[in-house]
């Protein structure tokens, strides 16, 4: 009778004590982060392909399943601000592997392709070696951009996560591969709005955050090409669409 309560407190311990690590990590790395962020920023050559559209009800999420939603995770209605839809897209040419086993690999460990000098998934709930429904990380980047998320899909093809309380944003992101002719397609696609006031000025009218992510993303796409085996043709697509105003058409 008490293994649900000794559970939960075990959790509880271990998210309290989570947290106070990455606040203290986040204070001591936030100059070494920038400075790294800011400098392979600068040296980029992958081309860049950047569209941005005012958006509509079109661009609204889709509700995560019942049984991975429960008080921790933030909804775009637990949000600030206007509502981002972003897609990352590349596509890779010669690559040895099928989005199957693209995905597969990537549902083992996500740093396989994460730049770890920008970000790590750190595992908190859920076996190791594998994703699944439930299973939780906390994604932590340079500076004040790591937050804690949940899987709340996972597919041959694709896995999504949702996030919880405490993260920077308010929503959801997925990762998908699929073949397109004799070329892998390599997707990311986000739902979200910004978490608090601090985290929407730091995105929408700063931009600071902004440009953070779309680097830490677009860096990702650039280490997917190299665990597929193939290389990146055609540049890195990426569309953001804003919707003001998302809870009026929700």
């Given at each position: 009778m008490?293994?649900?309560?000794?559970?939960?407190?075990?959790?509880?311990?271990?998210?309290?004590?989570?947290?106070?690590?990455?606040r203290l990590w986040t204070a001591a790395l936030w100059p070494v982060g920038i400075a790294l962020t800011s400098w392979n920023y600068m040296w980029r050559t992958t081309p860049m392909h950047r569209s941005e559209k005012r958006g509509g009800v079109d661009d609204l999420p889709h509700h995560p399943s019942a049984a991975a939603?429960?008080?921790?995770?933030?909804?775009?209605?637990?949000?600030?601000?206007?509502?981002?839809?972003?897609?990352?897209?590349?596509?890779i040419c010669g690559a040895e592997l099928s989005p199957t086993d693209l995905i597969g690999r990537l549902r083992e460990d996500p740093n396989r392709a994460t730049p770890t000098e920008l970000a790590r998934f750190l595992k908190i709930r859920g076996e190791e070696g594998r994703l699944a429904v439930g299973d939780e990380f906390v994604v932590r980047m340079p500076g004040p951009w790591d937050g804690p998320v949940r899987v709340t899909a996972a597919t041959p093809t694709s896995f999504r996560f949702?996030?919880?309380a405490g993260h920077l944003e308010a929503g959801q992101i997925e990762f998908?591969?699929?073949?397109a002719d004799t070329l892998l397609r390599f997707e990311i696609e986000s739902w979200a709005r910004s978490g608090d006031r601090l985290s929407n000025l730091l995105y929408n009218h700063l931009r600071m955050a902004k440009e953070?992510?779309?680097h830490m993303w677009t860096s990702f796409l650039?280490?997917?090409a190299g665990l597929a085996g193939g290389r990146l043709t055609g540049g890195i697509e990426i569309i953001s669409r804003k919707v003001d105003d998302p809870l009026a058409l929700s």
């Open positions: 008490f293994s649900p309560i000794l559970a939960w407190v075990a959790r509880t311990f271990v998210l309290n004590r989570l947290s106070l690590q990455r939603v429960d008080d921790d995770v933030q909804g775009i209605n637990d949000g600030v601000g206007p509502l981002f839809h972003r897609l990352y897209r590349a596509r949702a996030t919880l998908r591969a699929t073949q953070v992510q779309l650039e280490q997917v």
